[in-house]
């Protein structure tokens, strides 16, 4: 596997349901992302983390829960979610994640998500 | 906040022509202004970017101005192929990668 891998590439699930997507990345970046893409809006950023350490939570509902438990890995525990909350759900990593870095951002192609 | 305005949504252009996308910011600390492909089934893939320091830069047939007067930069694809259709996001950020704010897209389909 090369670059940014994402599973499962389709999921649906009910409001009551339990379910977490994985990231991968296979570049030996030391930051990775979770975005949010819905139809007509912009790419919305929903956390980083920074040697596995999260460093950027934009007021995401708590049903969200991410975990990186190393430089490789990011997971996102979905929860009693609404179906608003269906989008796709993008993976990224970059090099680094510094004041002012201009690291490029490595998608991957992302988990479509459908809350019933 | 940065809020980051791109037009047109859609966009059909014949094989061979130009396409032009185009994206105000609003925030005047921005400096950093990446373009992204996005084809179908597959995440954004960065193409092109443009630092404030610089008002034009072009990679083959790729190029990306920078107005920082007037707040906005425009993608520019000359000769364009049928490959080149997919959806591009515009985004600016005033701290280089860290807080980049996307455009809505656009839907380029380019027709044989």
């Known amino acids: 596997e090369t670059g940014v891998t994402q599973t499962p590439r389709h999921l649906v699930m009910g409001m009551t349901n339990k379910k977490s997507l994985k990231c991968e990345q296979h570049?030996?970046?030391?930051?990775m992302y979770w975005y949010k893409q819905s139809a007509k809006k912009p790419l919305e950023l929903m956390f980083v983390y920074s040697l596995e350490e999260r460093v950027e939570n934009n007021s995401v509902p708590s049903r969200f829960s991410p975990e990186c438990p190393n430089s490789s890995h990011l997971f996102l525990h979905l929860h009693t979610l609404q179906p608003e909350d269906s989008a796709l759900y993008l993976c990224?990593?970059?090099?680094?994640?510094?004041?002012?870095?201009?690291?490029?951002?490595?998608f991957g192609p992302g988990t479509r998500l459908t809350v019933l | 906040g940065e809020n980051v305005e791109q037009h047109p949504s859609t966009l059909s252009v014949q094989e061979g022509d130009s396409a032009v996308i185009k994206c105000t910011y609003s925030?005047?600390?921005?400096?950093?202004f990446p373009w992204y492909k996005q084809e179908l089934g597959k995440g954004p893939q960065l193409i092109i970017d443009?630092?404030?320091?610089?008002g034009e830069k072009k990679d083959q047939r790729i190029a990306v101005t920078l107005n920082k007067t007037a707040k906005h930069f425009s993608l520019h694809i000359t000769e364009t192929q049928p490959e080149d259709s997919a959806v591009y996001f515009c985004?600016?950020?005033?701290?280089?990668?860290?807080?980049?704010?996307f455009g809505t897209g656009t839907r380029l389909t380019i027709i044989p």
């Open positions: 985004a600016a950020s005033p701290a280089g990668n860290e807080k980049l704010t």
């Open positions: 925030d005047s600390a921005s400096n950093y």
């Open positions: 990224a990593s970059s090099q680094e994640w510094l004041q002012g870095s201009y690291n490029e951002q490595f």
């Open positions: 570049l030996g970046h030391n930051a």
């Open positions: 443009i630092r404030s320091n610089v």
